[in-house]
């Protein structure tokens, strides 16, 4: 059963960069498509990014283009979000998430998501 978890959060001064990464035990991500969400505190959860392992198609959210980018290892069991020039407004819990697929187009619906890890905390703050 495939398992995720997040590591990489932490507190980072507006502007600065973090690099997230969600590692996969139990299977390799190979047919899997790979997801960053995001809840903010009093928010509901949006998705951030998604890539495929497969075929590395990829779909940002517009408030993160050209500062986000998703990316996978060689090894097909880790993808990282690398985040640069962060907001305030970025300040929330990601969580990565997997589910099935060998490309995406946009984001799918966040209950098709059958794998989730605990989330990683990332605070934007001066």
């Known amino acids: 059963q495939l398992q995720l978890a997040e590591s990489g959060g932490g507190l980072v001064q507006p502007g600065g960069s973090l690099r997230l990464s969600c590692t996969a035990s139990?299977?390799?991500?190979?047919?899997?498509?790979v997801a960053w969400f995001r809840q903010a505190p009093g928010k509901e959860r949006e998705g951030v990014s998604i890539?495929?392992?497969?075929?590395?198609?990829?779909w940002y959210r517009d408030s993160v283009k050209g500062r986000f980018a998703i990316s996978r290892d060689n090894t097909e069991t880790t993808v990282y979000l690398q985040m640069n020039s962060l907001k305030p407004e970025d300040t929330a819990v990601y969580f990565c998430?997997?589910?099935?697929?060998?490309?995406?187009?946009?984001?799918?619906?966040?209950?098709?998501?059958?794998?989730w890890g605990q989330g990683t905390q990332v605070t934007v703050s001066s």
């Open positions: 139990g299977s390799t991500l190979n047919y899997y498509a």
């Open positions: 890539i495929s392992v497969h075929d590395g198609s990829t």
């Open positions: 998430a997997a589910l099935r697929a060998l490309t995406i187009v946009g984001m799918p619906q966040e209950n098709q998501f059958r794998s």
